[in-house]
């Protein structure tokens, strides 16, 4: 079953603004993982967040958790044609070898 | 695609035929994974591998079956393909299960 389920389903933003992704998960979580894929590709791991920490920032994206809501959000600054892709949550239910359990993913479009 | 290779990249099939995808790395990690992929379902985990000869069920395990007998070859067994099992097949790699997860390249299966 699907723990994380992004939010929107579909993004369509004009190139440079800001693109914001949001992730709801259901049971506690050791960590939260984001996602990219382009068309026709495999995943590619952005960053990731563990449980104790409610911010964090690689080049320009940023992401924040909120544990007591059990939502995170995935923010792309000043995004670019470039960024167009699937983005993906991926929640893990502890640090040993239970899987990762991705949600269904955002589908964003950056217009030039 | 971090030393990961998927064997074959594109297959058709007919429905009741035995298929067979290979999943090889090079970066000597510990977990393997099986994953598929459908419009409307995100990716879903099929088996995974946690070790030589140590293999467990995912969401959709139904219909597929696993080996690994080294640490760098996954197989992923469809024992008689059904037009269900049309998809996309990605394999991925992990060196500590919680944490990040390093796609292959894919797998178009069609089953006629």
């Not at chain 1, 964090?56 to 909120?66: E, F, N």
């Not at chain 2, 069920?57 to 696993?66: A, I, Q, T």
């Amino acid at each position: 079953s699907q723990q994380g389920e992004e939010d929107p389903q579909a993004l369509s933003i004009q190139e440079g603004e800001n693109a914001t992704m949001n992730c709801s998960y259901k049971t506690s979580i050791n960590n939260l993982q984001w996602y990219r894929q382009n068309s026709g590709r495999g995943l590619v791991h952005l960053i990731l967040i563990r449980s104790n920490e409610r911010e964090k920032h690689s080049g320009r994206l940023r992401v924040t958790l909120d544990t007591s809501k059990k939502s995170s959000s995935l923010l792309i600054t000043a995004s670019r044609a470039a960024d167009t892709a699937s983005y993906f949550c991926a929640t893990a239910r502890n640090s040993g070898n239970t899987p990762l359990v991705f949600g269904k993913g955002t589908r964003l479009s950056v217009i030039a | 695609d971090a030393g990961i290779t998927q064997s074959p990249r594109h297959k058709v099939t007919e429905t009741g035929t035995p298929v067979t995808l290979r999943c090889h790395q090079t970066e000597n990690h510990r977990y393997m994974y099986w994953y598929r992929q459908d419009p409307g379902h995100g990716l879903r985990l099929i088996h995974y591998s946690y070790g030589v000869k140590d293999t467990d069920k995912g969401e959709v395990s139904d219909g597929y079956s696993v080996s690994r007998s080294k640490t760098e070859d996954f197989l992923l067994t469809l024992e008689s393909a059904t037009s269900s099992q049309t998809s996309v097949y990605f394999c991925a790699i992990s060196a500590t299960g919680a944490y990040e997860q390093y796609f292959g390249p894919g797998t178009r299966l069609t089953v006629t």
